[in-house]
């Protein structure tokens, strides 16, 4: 939903106007409280938003369609997002540690 904010400018879904949907999106997904759906990335083509990327459940590849499919601009959701088990994640690249 599009809304003034108080800047001169316009919000769109709670992040500035100049945000395209798909980064829009990803930044939704990021503040959800959901930590894995931080790693799903979003490519926007018109008003199709796709989805990509590995979560640990069903629940949460759902969790991230409901969020970008209420996102403005956004009229289809590809949701390509891949569901990996605890044995397959296990494989998963660690963040390096930083000294």
Known sequence: MNQPNGLGST???GFPAR???G???????????YL????VRCECDGDVLSLRG???SY??????QAIAGDTAGIRR???QIQVLSTAS????PRPSSRS
Do not use: H, I
């Open 36 to 39: 894995a759906l931080r790693r």
């Open 89 to 92: 994640r296990r494989s998963w």
């Open 54 to 56: 590995c979560v640990p």
């Open 77 to 79: 959701v590809d949701n």
């Open 59 to 64: 629940f949460l590849k759902q969790v991230a």
């Open 23 to 33: 980064t829009a999106v990803e930044q939704r997904l990021g503040s959800s409280g």
């Open 11 to 13: 919000t769109v879904d």
């Open 19 to 21: 945000v395209g949907p």
